[in-house]
């Protein structure tokens, strides 16, 4: 399968607690974005890379959160201390080089739960 | 600002009934609109798109016209089919191809 891949699916975890999630992109896409998706409602844009470099934050992106892509290929999403109202779905996508390019490939999310 | 209004779900209809999902917008300038449909399980994809006013975007029968006058983007389908069960996203492009969401239609298809 050469689709976007996150990891794990599924995270359950007590709140205050820490989690990293990981997104592997599409090899050869060079932009990858995070989004956030709570029920009921669409994604939410949180950040994206451009290779290695992080571009835009959006403002739902507290302190508490962090992603990386240190390599340009894979990134990481970390929550610090994390609060029941983090619940979501954490979605990474990504896209190719190429102007006017405008297809984004979605993983199928990591489902966060704070109990 | 930048917003996407979908119409309320679910909607529930017959195979082969004629499909409208209503989607409007909120933009300044003339962004690039896009349907996404996620089906159970699986991530986001895209559907189809169109980047300017009276453009047609197509795809596996579903169409959408862009337009400026009424910023609407309505998703149709003449005869739907079981399979085309699932989560239907509207959505525009805000700059370095970062979307704005409207909060998803969920279709169920009965045989």
């Known amino acids: 399968d050469t689709g976007v891949s996150q990891n794990p699916r599924h995270k359950i975890t007590k709140r205050g607690q820490n989690v990293t999630f990981r997104c592997d992109p599409i090899s050869e896409h060079n932009r990858l974005y995070w989004y956030r998706q709570t029920l009921g409602q669409g994604p939410e844009f949180l950040t994206y890379f451009q290779n290695e470099a992080q571009l835009e934050k959006s403002r739902l992106l507290s302190d508490r959160f962090s992603a990386e892509r240190p390599k340009g290929s894979f990134s990481t999403l970390e929550i610090q201390r994390t609060e029941q109202g983090d619940s979501a779905m954490y979605l990474c996508?990504?896209?190719?080089?190429?102007?006017?390019?405008?297809?984004?490939?979605f993983g199928s999310g990591t489902q966060l739960s704070v109990l | 600002g930048n917003s996407v209004t979908q119409m309320e779900g679910p909607v529930t209809l017959s195979e082969e009934a004629f499909l409208t999902i209503n989607c409007t917008y909120t933009a300044t300038g003339y962004p690039s609109l896009f349907w996404y449909v996620q089906y159970p399980g699986e991530g986001l994809q895209l559907l189809l798109k169109?980047?300017?006013?009276?453009d047609k975007g197509s795809n596996k029968g579903f169409e959408a016209t862009y337009r400026k006058e009424t910023t609407s983007f309505h998703l149709e389908k003449g005869s739907v089919q079981v399979s085309d069960s699932a989560v239907y996203f509207c959505?525009?492009?805000?700059?370095?191809?970062?979307?704005?969401f409207g909060q998803g239609t969920r279709l169920t298809i009965n045989p």
């Open positions: 959505a525009l492009k805000r700059g370095a191809q970062k979307l704005v």
């Open positions: 169109a980047t300017k006013a009276d």
């Open positions: 996508a990504s896209l190719a080089p190429g102007l006017g390019n405008e297809k984004l490939f």
